[in-house]
Every structure is written in C-alpha cells, then in structure tokens.
C-alpha cells in the first residue's frame, strides 16, 4: 500500500486548493479513505472521510459547507476540494487508508495567508 499526497501549498484566505491522493496497491473503492491535517503544535484532526463499498462521507464540523472529499476509481486516486480557505486551514495534510490496517501519506503542506 502506498499513498501519495500532492496539490498543497500557499493560498490567499478565500482561496481554494484540492489536494490528490494517489493510492496503490489497493483499490480505494473498497476502504474508507480519509485526509487529516495536523497545525504546529496540535494533534491530527479528522478532516474528512469517505467509506467502502455503500459510500459516506463525514466532515469535521470546521470544514462543513466548505470541503469536500470524493474519488475517482479509474484513477485510484481520492481528492479533497477546499475553498472558502481560512488561516485556522494551515496545517500539514495527511492521505490515511484503512486496508486491513492504516496507512498514511507522507503528507502535504497548506497554508493560507495573505
């Protein structure tokens, strides 16, 4: 399993960015994927996720209305559209994929600032 995170980096508040997660050796359709983010000096938050086989998605209460998790299967790859960006957003986001066990992205910087 490998994941792979790309599409950060620095954006005006109000701005928008979508990060990529590249997945292999699995197909994603068949486990819940989430992003997570983690600020200096916090733990790592749930950001969103999207389950399996009959497909949800949950969002943490400060990204509701503004992000939004999905995924392309012929790509193997999930996606995380941000807009509406606020500086509290900056943080260091993660890929995780439950597939047996967890696994996680090597990560990808947003920050919003002006």
């Known amino acids: 399993v490998q994941l792979v995170e790309s599409g950060g980096g620095l954006v005006q508040p109000g701005g928008s960015l979508r990060l990529s997660c590249a997945a292999s050796?699995?197909?994603?359709?068949?486990?819940?994927m989430s992003w997570y983010r983690q600020a200096p000096g916090e733990e790592r938050e749930l950001v969103a996720a999207?389950?399996?086989?009959?497909?949800?998605?949950i969002y943490a209460d400060s990204v509701k209305g503004r992000f939004a998790i999905s995924r392309d299967y012929f790509k193997n790859t999930v996606y995380l559209q941000m807009s509406s960006l606020k500086p509290e957003d900056t943080a260091v986001y993660y890929c995780?994929?439950?597939?047996?066990?967890?696994?996680w992205g090597q990560g990808t910087q947003v920050t919003v600032s002006s």
């Open positions: 995780n994929a439950l597939v047996h066990d967890s696994y």
């Open positions: 050796g699995f197909t994603l359709d068949r486990y819940r």
């Open positions: 999207v389950s399996g086989i009959a497909p949800s998605t």
